[in-house]
């Protein structure tokens, strides 16, 4: 599984959001057409990936690929910019 995304814009800030991921913590796409991803317990079958890696900066698509490809457990990514905290989450398998 590979997931990719860089979310541009504004945003409120909910406890199960992204941005308050650490790793161990597994991840799905948000409901919403935001393109974000929230936090979900490893165990749902909603899971789509587990954070390996975080790194708080700004990080376009080929950085953030470029970053985690030196994760070895890494399968993917997401990346958050814009306005609030920017950063970069490495994903793998859930």
């Known amino acids: 599984m590979i997931v990719v995304g860089v ?9 199960d959001d992204a941005d ?3 790793v161990g913590d597994c991840l799905k796409a948000a409901s919403s057409s935001s393109g974000r991803m929230e936090v979900v ?10 954070v390996v890696k975080k790194v708080k900066g700004h990080f376009t698509s080929l950085t953030a690929e470029t970053e985690c490809r030196k994760v070895k457990e ?3 990514f997401y990346a958050e ?9 490495c994903l793998g398998d859930a």
């Open 7 to 15: 979310v541009v814009g504004g945003y409120i800030t909910s406890q």
């Open 74 to 76: 890494a399968t993917g």
């Open 81 to 89: 910019t814009g306005d609030g905290e920017e950063f970069l989450l």
């Open 41 to 50: 317990d490893c165990s749902s079958s909603e899971a789509e990936g587990k």
């Open 20 to 22: 308050q991921a650490a």
